[in-house]
């Protein structure tokens, strides 16, 4: 791996067999060195974790694979991340801070633990759109503000599909700060960015939801004299380049629900169907 230039950073969770095809896929289906860092949390207790917190129990199939992780690190295929100590800190997040830590090449490409490479190309497509080191900060796709149910929701990039332009982060970024937050609006520091957004009366005060990448998008927005500029992800980048198969972290404490019945069959026919090329 010491010769990649891009480091794929895979947060992951509670998705079963989902982590399997993407690594998997990403080894197989990249015609270049890349260097593949996975932090786990399963087994840190996190109250503000998406699913109910479960004990882990010997022999129980809890949605990890840890072991299969363990082996991959073992044989030199990826660096693999135990992170068990979260409690102030949301899951993705901060499994998002730890790995941009370990990063040592140029760009880093954050990406979902429940995805399937298609094209070859799927990170030149990015990389190649970094014409100015000292501007161009990364590429990814942006999520504006809004109000969700009774709380309000911050705009942000979308961290499970992202390029960063590594050192150019480093310095305009250096605080690497990802967690989530829910703050009082009354104590939120931005409410002009909900100007057009009435006030929900089913909550009182209301909440904002800070997502995970809120604080880079408000610096971006708010304090960046030198112009730095994340680039639109192109249109059609998830339906051209990988195949998303997510959503089933958040259902881990029900396997039984139809959505994960389906998910999970269809990750391991597309994961028998790539083991067999």
């Known amino acids: 791996m010491s ?16 982590i399997c095809l993407t690594v998997e896929s990403i080894l ?15 087994l840190a207790r996190n109250a503000r974790a998406c699913e109910p917190y479960r004990a882990v129990v010997e022999g129980e199939d809890d949605g990890n694979r840890r072991d299969y992780l363990r082996g991959m690190r073992d044989a030199g295929k990826i660096h693999y991340i135990e992170n068990t100590g979260q409690d102030r800190k949301y899951g993705h997040g901060e499994n998002i801070r730890i790995m941009l830590d370990c990063v040592d090449t140029r760009f880093a490409m954050l990406f979902n633990s429940t995805s399937e490479i298609v094209r070859p190309d799927w990170l030149t497509a990015l990389t190649d759109m970094i014409r100015d080191p000292e501007r161009d900060l990364g590429v990814a796709r942006f999520r504006g503000g809004g109000a969700r149910e009774c709380d309000y929701i911050t705009p942000c990039y979308w961290p499970n599909m992202m390029l960063l332009n590594v050192p150019l982060l480093r310095r305009f970024f250096p ?23 009435p006030k929900n009366p089913d909550r009182k005060p209301p909440l904002v939801f800070a997502d995970t990448g809120w604080r880079l998008w408000e610096k971006i927005t708010f304090d960046n004299p030198g112009g730095v500029r994340v680039l639109p992800l192109p249109d059609n980048y998830w339906a051209t380049y990988i195949r998303w198969l997510g959503g089933i972290d958040r259902n881990s404490h029900r396997p039984e629900h139809p ?4 998910q999970l069959a269809e990750i391991n026919r597309r994961l028998t169907a790539l083991r067999a090329t």
């Open 3 to 18: 010769d990649a230039q891009v480091s794929v950073l895979i947060p992951t969770r509670n998705v079963w067999d989902g």
């Open 175 to 197: 605080e690497n700060r990802w967690d989530l937050e829910q703050i009082g609006f009354e104590d939120f520091h931005r409410p002009e960015i909900f100007t057009d957004y």
């Open 28 to 42: 197989k289906r990249t015609p270049h060195p890349v260097k593949i860092i996975v932090c786990d949390n399963s």
């Open 259 to 262: 959505f994960v019945v389906g």
